[in-house]
C-alpha cells in the first residue's frame, strides 16, 4: 500500500488531511469554480488519489543520488557522460537560478539534493579509431552530449528533494487536465468566430446561396451547442479521470542504454573493450521537450553574485 494507500478503505478517512490539499491544489490550476460545483471534492478523490500515487512511485524511480562534483568527474563514468569538462560541472550546477534562490533563502547550506535535467542529442562526427594496431582516421562517428542543464527542486535531504519532484510530476499531470480544457475552449473560440462568419456572409447572400449557407449555419449551431455542453463544470470530472487514473499515457520515465567511450563516442556493443554501457532516464511528457534526469547531491556550495560570475568571466576571456 503506497503513501497515500490509508485514505482510502474506511469512510471516516474520505476527508484525510492528505489527499484534500491535493485537490485544491489540482481543481485550481484547471478551473477554481469547481469548488462551487456539484460533486466537489468526492468527483475528484479517485482521479487525484491515483495521480499522488504514481508521482510518489515516479519520483522514487528517478536513479540517484549521485554527488556531481570535480571528483565525480573524474571517477564516474556516468557523470563523466554528462558534462562536456570538469569545469562545466562546477559552472552548470552554480548558475542554476533554483539552486541560487535555494542559497539565497537558506544561507550556509553546504549539501543539497535535487533533479537534474538535461537534454540528450547525438550529431555525427569524424574521428580517429583503433582497429587492431592501426590508427584509421577520418572515421564516421555519432557523439552523445548534454546541454541545457537544469536543477530543480533542490532540498536539504534526499527525502525531501523527492516529495517536491514528486509534486511536480502531479502538477504535470493536473497540466494535461487543464489541456484538455483548454483545447475545448479553443475549440468553442473557433467555431464562434466560424459562426460569426457565416452569419456574415448570409447577411450578403442572394436567395441562390442562402439554402446552402443556411444549412451550414445549422450545423454550426448544433456543433457550437454541443462545445459550450462540454464545457459545463459538471463535465469536468471525466477530464480528470481520463488523465489522472491513467497517468502512465501522459507521464513515465524510459530507460535508454548507450554504450559510449570516454569521450562521448557511441560504441558497438561488441566493440570489446572501447566502450562502456551507461543507462540512462528519460522522463517522457514532462514539456514539451524530453528530459534526461538523475537525482544528485551537490556540496560545498558558493551563492556567487551576478558581479562575481561576471568578474570571473571576463577574467577568464582576458587570458
Known amino acids: 500500500m503506497g503513501m497515500f494507500g490509508n485514505l482510502f478503505g474506511h469512510e471516516d478517512k474520505r476527508g484525510a488531511p492528505e489527499l484534500l490539499p491535493a485537490i485544491e491544489r489540482a481543481v485550481a490550476a484547471v478551473e477554481p469554480m469547481l469548488r462551487q460545483a456539484s460533486g466537489y471534492p468526492d468527483n475528484y478523490r479517485k482521479p487525484v488519489f491515483a495521480a499522488l500515487e504514481y508521482a510518489h512511485h515516479l519520483a522514487g524511480s528517478v536513479p540517484g543520488p549521485v554527488a556531481v562534483d570535480r571528483e565525480s568527474y573524474a571517477k564516474d563514468a556516468f557523470v563523466h557522460a554528462l558534462f562536456p569538462d570538469a569545469d562545466f560541472v562546477t559552472e552548470a550546477i552554480c548558475s542554476s537560478l533554483a539552486l541560487q534562490d535555494y542559497l539565497r533563502d537558506f544561507p550556509g547550506s553546504d549539501e543539497v539534493y535535487a533533479l537534474m535535467g538535461m537534454r540528450r542529442f547525438e550529431k555525427s562526427v569524424v574521428g580517429m579509431e583503433l582497429s587492431g594496431e592501426v590508427v584509421q582516421h577520418d572515421v564516421a562517428q555519432k557523439a552523445v552530449f548534454f546541454t541545457s542543464h ?147 547531491r551537490c556540496s560545498h556550495l558558493q551563492n556567487e553574485s551576478f558581479a562575481e560570475k561576471l568578474d570571473k568571466a571576463y577574467r577568464r576571456l582576458a587570458i
Open 150 to 296: 537544469t536543477i530543480d527542486n533542490p532540498a536539504p535531504s534526499e527525502q525531501r528533494a523527492r516529495e517536491l519532484v514528486a509534486m511536480s510530476f502531479f502538477d504535470s499531470l493536473v497540466g494535461k487536465v487543464k489541456q484538455r480544457v483548454d483545447q475545448r475552449k479553443q475549440g468553442k473560440q473557433s467555431q464562434l468566430l466560424e459562426k460569426d462568419m457565416l452569419m456574415a456572409r448570409l447577411r450578403t447572400a442572394n436567395a441562390l446561396e442562402r439554402p446552402a449557407l443556411e444549412a451550414e449555419l445549422a450545423g454550426m449551431m448544433e456543433r457550437l451547442q454541443a462545445a459550450v455542453g462540454s464545457l459545463d463544470l459538471r463535465n469536468y470530472a471525466a477530464d480528470f479521470e481520463a488523465v489522472l487514473l491513467h497517468p502512465e499515457e501522459y507521464l513515465r520515465l524510459d530507460q535508454t542504454p548507450i554504450m559510449m567511450d570516454s569521450m562521448g563516442i557511441r560504441r558497438a556493443e561488441d566493440a570489446a573493450g572501447s566502450g562502456k554501457a551507461i543507462m540512462f532516464n528519460d522522463l517522457i511528457g514532462y514539456d514539451r521537450r524530453d528530459w534526461t534526469v538523475t537525482m544528485v
